[in-house]
Each structure stands twice: as C-alpha cells, then as structure tokens.
C-alpha cells in the first residue's frame, strides 16, 4: 500500500510549505543515518522522506517526465528510485537550455512556439544552429547580419539564453517585443524571462514586504498599503 | 561590492532584530578572536546573512555569551559562536582582502595599500585553512578584473562571475547542501553585481570608469530594465533558498532576501521611500 508524500511527513494535505520544511526537518534528524547506526531501515526511511519532500518543495510545479510521486520499489514499499541529497542538479536552472525548455513547455502562453515560423533565410540558419544545439555558431551567424529587425532580437535571445547569459537574454528579449509588439512568440519570452521575478513579488508581497516594486510607485504603495494591513496585524514582519 | 545583502530592520520584529544583532556580534567577535582587533574593520551584513542561513541550516551547537564591547560601552552585548560563524569570519577578510587588493590596484590610495598591509596575514591564514576554495576564488576575482580592465562589453561575463564568486563563498562544505547554498549565492552573486553597476553607473561614467550596464544606459525604459534583471537573479535564489527545510531564523532570512536586498535600491530610485516608511511604521 503506498502512502502519499503527506502521510510520509505526517502532514496533512492542506499544510504549508514552512509546515512541511518543519517536519521534514523533525523526520530527518530522526531518521539520519548518522544517528541510527547505519540501520538499513532507517536508511530507507530517510529515502523515504527525503523522496517526499522533494517532490513536495523541490520539484513542484516542475512536473518532469516521470516524476510522479511513486513508492514501488525492490525495498518493498520504500522509494525504488535512488535519491541522493546531493541538491538538485538543476539549482541553476536558466543557465541551462533544457531547464528553460522544460518550463517554457509547461507554459502554455509559449506553446504557440512550435507555430512560429521563421521566414528569414539567415535567421532560419541561426535556428537550424540552434535546433543542433551550436550555439557558438548561431551566435557567429547573428553577429554577421547587420539589418537587425525583431527577429533578430529575438534570436539572440534564445542563443542568449541557451549559453546562460540571462541579462543578454532579458534586454534582447525586451527589444523583440518593442520592435514588433503584435508577435506573440516574442511576448511570450519576454513573460518568461519574468515570471521568476513576478513569482518573487507575489511571495514578497504575500508575506508583507515590497520588494522590488518600483515600477509604478503609485500604484505600488497602494497595493503594499493594502497587503500590510491584511497580513501584517497578524504578526508577521 | 559589500552592504546590498541586509535585513530591512525596521521591518523585523522585536526579537529578531535581538537575533540579527547577537549574529552580527558573533561574527564580530569572531573575527577579534580569529583575526585580532583590526579585522573587526571588515565586519559586514552580507556575511551575517550568510552566517544566519548557515545556523539556520545545520542547527549547529552554539553558545551564546555575554560582553561589553568597546564600540557598545553602555550595556553587555550577547552573541552566538559556533564553528559557523568562524567559517564567515573567514570569508569576511577574504573578501575584504581581496577587494582592498583590487582597490589598491585600481587608484593605489593610501587606504587600500593600508588595508592590503593589514589583511595580509589574516589572508594567508584563511588560504592555509581553504587552499582550494582561497584558489578559485581568487581565479575568479582575477578573472573579473581582467574583464572589466579590458573594458568587455558582455555584461553576462562578469555577471556570471560574480556568480561563481559568491556561490564558492556560500559553498560552505562539501556535504549534502553544498551544491544548493552554491546555487542561492551563485544567484545572489549575480544579484550584487548588477546591482553595485546599477549603483555605480553615474559615479563611474562621470569618471570614466568601467561599468558594465553603461552600454546599456541609452536605451528606452533603462530603469526597469535593471530592475527586471535584479528581480530575475534575486528572484532564482530566493527559489533555491525555499526550497531548503529552513526554521530557525527564517523570517529574517526572508526579510533580507524579499526586502532587505532592495534597500540601497528604493534609495537610489527614491520611488519606494513612501511605502518603505509607511511599512515600517506598520511593523
């Protein structure tokens, strides 16, 4: 019988994230298998936690290709797949093209990417670089063009982007969007490279502060104005 | 590029701002007693953050004492040690040493050349405890400098190296949190990068001094270009940092990185001292 990642951290589903993190960390010193001798039991039962509050915390609203939460394995009822806390592997994940591609799937602002069609012949080279995944190429190829419409903008964005160089990517993204506003896969970057940071700011705000809310101070202090006096009242910074 | 990563004190409640000072003291005292009297010079919050989210991540032992300091005559100032804050005193005169030497190089001014002279011992010390790290940081810091000597005009380079820089400085073992407190500084590196250019820019441009955003400072909307860039880097390492099982210490942690990161901001920008007030009268 396998047990959800709740009932492995006994918690029950409605629980926040700073309730699990507390529990997790109750569990784990429990369980560490520094304390418990090398026990093979307690070291499952680590695994077992440790499987649950990843896929609780880290990887959530990251739904990878089979990650769904799973407990069948040869330690009958314990975590099958081998979990080694080693951080995630993915901790940086914009410098990299397959992590971006992987949230850019789930957007589904940004499946209208497959329908875009790039009519340019050189910039159809840039992507075909891309597509094989040289990028110092593509670069060379746009660094050769000297008529720079949104296209061109946008491209550098992507090979941006693939090569981790996200400030590049943010500004070329932006001037995609201001050279041809009417495209929607050049908007649809753009709001990607800031959906961190409009995550950011919900968080920011949810929790009473306002971070980073400068660009309308107006309407900004309003809105601080408002969240302050819901959530601060109730102690919280 | 020291003082972005502090708390919005007056955001803190009560007993965490008790907490915050019994942090920053511990790292105080450490250094006296690491590094004598001189290197308190070198104190910073930066690194009271990072000291704060190591205690709050490995729940270390720790003591706390009491003790009248000179800069605190009137009362007996309490504060915490534990073999993380000793860790954080070292990185503080590494760092400190490191930018006097890049201050030194850059104008040769009586202070940095001061600055080099005194840190040096306590520099060799920190580099006999880490020769590896002490190695690829410096590299790193080389690597940096270089850049902007030659006045490159990628502003993603030294970005990423600031970067790395700071990710080695959180990397404080090479345990199971290694690799993610190397990816909340990673971000966090870059954060201060920008924002220090972004702090810099007039000053340096008056002056003629590199600065890597100066290429971008004609262009439309430039302003919120720099604060969506800012958001983008902060807003990956407080994901990393969210994902970490933390407790203790965590609403200061979430006050330096939700709104103590902005502070220098919103008083250079001047849109957000309203609401900045308004909030800490709130509290």
Redesign the interface.
């Known amino acids: 019988m396998s047990r959800s990642p709740y009932e492995v951290l006994g918690v029950p589903a409605t629980a926040t994230?700073?309730e699990i993190?507390?529990a997790?960390?109750k569990l784990?010193k429990q369980y560490h298998p520094d304390l418990n001798g090398g026990s093979i039991a307690a070291e499952n039962k680590m695994k077992e936690i440790n499987e649950a509050?990843n896929f609780l915390?880290?990887h959530k609203g990251q739904a990878q290709p089979g990650s769904t939460y799973r407990q069948s394995g040869p330690f009958g009822g314990y975590g099958g797949q081998q979990y080694t806390?080693?951080?995630?592997?993915q901790?940086?994940?914009?410098a990299g093209f397959e992590e971006f591609f992987r949230r850019a799937q789930q957007s589904s602002q940004y499946s209208s990417y497959s329908t875009y069609n790039e009519t340019d012949p050189r910039l159809r080279q840039v992507e075909a670089a891309y597509i094989q995944r040289n990028f110092a190429l593509a670069k060379q190829l746009l660094l050769g063009i000297e008529d720079r419409q949104a296209a061109w903008y946008y491209w550098s964005a992507m090979v941006?982007l693939a090569q981790?160089?996200?400030?590049?990517a943010?500004?070329n993204a932006?001037?995609a969007v201001?050279m041809d506003p009417s495209q929607p896969v050049f908007r649809a970057l753009y709001n990607q490279?800031?959906s961190?940071?409009q995550?950011?700011?919900q968080?920011?705000m949810r929790?009473?502060?306002?971070?980073?809310?400068?660009?309308n101070?107006c309407l900004?202090?309003l809105a601080?104005?408002v969240v302050?006096?819901c959530c601060?009242r109730g102690?919280?910074? | 590029m020291f003082g972005y990563v502090t708390a919005n004190y007056k955001a803190l409640s009560e007993e965490d701002r008790a907490q915050y000072r019994q942090y920053y003291c511990g790292l105080c005292r450490a250094l006296k007693q690491r590094y004598g009297n001189l290197s308190r010079l070198t104190l910073n919050n930066d690194m009271t953050f990072l000291f704060l989210l190591l205690s709050s991540l490995y729940e270390p032992e720790e003591d706390t004492a009491a003790v009248r300091c000179v800069l605190h005559p009137s009362k007996r100032m309490q504060y915490v040690v534990s073999d993380q804050a000793a860790y954080c005193a070292d990185m503080t005169v590494l760092l400190a040493y490191l930018k006097a030497l890049d201050d030194k190089a850059d104008d040769g001014g009586i202070r940095a050349r001061a600055g080099v002279a005194a840190l040096k011992r306590p520099y060799l010390k920190v580099k006999a405890l880490y020769p590896e790290k002490v190695e690829r940081i410096a590299s790193v810091i080389q690597e940096i400098n270089a850049y902007e000597a030659q006045g490159g005009e990628d502003i993603d380079v030294p970005v990423n190296l600031s970067g790395k820089f700071l990710g080695e400085v959180f990397r404080y073992r090479d345990d199971a949190w290694g690799e993610d407190l190397r990816a909340l500084g990673e971000e966090l590196g870059r954060f201060i990068y920008l924002m220090d250019a972004f702090d810099d820019l007039k000053s340096d441009v008056k002056k003629g001094r590199y600065n890597a955003l100066k290429p971008f400072s004609d262009q439309e909307q430039f302003e919120s270009f720099c604060e969506d860039g800012l958001l983008m880097m902060i807003a990956e390492s407080a994901r990393v940092f969210e994902m970490l099982p933390l407790e203790k210490h965590l609403s200061i942690l979430r006050n330096v990185l939700y709104s103590g990161v902005w502070m220098r901001y919103y008083q250079k920008t001047g849109a957000c001292e309203r609401a900045e007030d308004e909030q800490g009268d709130e509290a």
């Not at chain 1, 806390?85 to 592997?89: F, I, S």
């Not at chain 1, 981790?164 to 590049?168: H, K, L």
């Open positions: 994230d700073d993190k507390v997790y960390r784990a509050y915390i880290k806390y080693t951080g995630t592997g901790a940086n994940p914009f941006d981790g160089n996200r400030v590049s943010l500004n932006r001037i201001q490279l800031q961190g940071g995550a950011y700011r968080t920011s929790q009473g502060f306002i971070g980073g809310l400068c660009n101070p900004t202090c601080v104005n302050c006096n601060c102690g919280c910074i």
